[in-house]
């Protein structure tokens, strides 16, 4: 996608880690728009911090992509 760019915010603590994202995008007027994300992932012995970053980035950008509607496909498969 043109014009899309992330701007990743973490914080990790004791056991857990929070991923704060934030999706910078042109809209159909080509006006600059923003969206955020926030996921979160608990660090433990089955799953330490360098799997349970990627999974909670990719939660965020997922949540924040999902509120964007059709300029990323929300509704292909209606």
Avoid: W
Wanted: aromatic share 8%; with cysteine; hydrophobic share 40%.
């Amino acid at each position: 996608f043109k014009g899309v760019h992330f701007e990743i915010r973490h914080l990790i603590k004791d056991n857990d880690c929070s991923v704060s994202v934030r999706v910078h995008y042109e809209d159909r007027d080509g006006k600059l728009m923003f969206q955020d994300g926030i996921a979160s992932c608990q660090i433990n012995k089955l799953q330490p911090a360098e799997m349970a970053f990627p999974k909670a980035k990719s939660v965020a950008i997922i949540n924040a992509a999902r509120s964007m509607g059709r300029i990323f496909g929300r509704d292909l498969n209606r």
